[in-house]
Nanobody, 118 residues
């Protein structure tokens, strides 16, 4: 069964760093655009960042620009979200998404909790 598995979420103090991982299981990430999304309590899910299938294009939400870095290692079938200078408002469940640019297949991970404390 193809699936995405996120990991790396944790409780961290404001100003700290975390690296989230998104591993593809049962399929390869070739030809997939990867996106990271987050959903805070009582709020809608929002896009955080995305990276092209070959990793040559990235995009970030204004709220995380300069603090978060998306990357991917297709050889390891894994994408990452490096989060630095974390703020209280970054607290959310973070989800990764894989979207196949050839056939439109879409997969979502189960989410990983990131909690930033003061």
């Amino acid at each position: 069964q193809p699936q995405l598995v996120e990991s790396g979420g944790a409780l961290v103090q404001s100003g700290g760093s975390l690296r989230l991982s998104c591993a593809a299981v049962g399929f390869t990430l070739d030809y997939y655009v990867i996106g990271w999304f987050r959903q805070a309590p009582g709020k809608e899910r929002e896009g955080v960042s995305c990276i092209s299938d070959r990793g040559d294009y990235t995009n970030y939400a204004d709220s995380v620009t300069g603090r978060f870095t998306i990357s991917r290692d297709n050889a390891k079938n894994t994408a990452y979200l490096q989060m630095d200078s974390l703020k209280l408002e970054d607290t959310a469940v973070y989800y990764c998404n894989a979207n196949n640019i050839l056939n439109g297949a879409i997969y979502w991970g189960q989410g990983t909790q990131v909690t930033v404390s003061s």
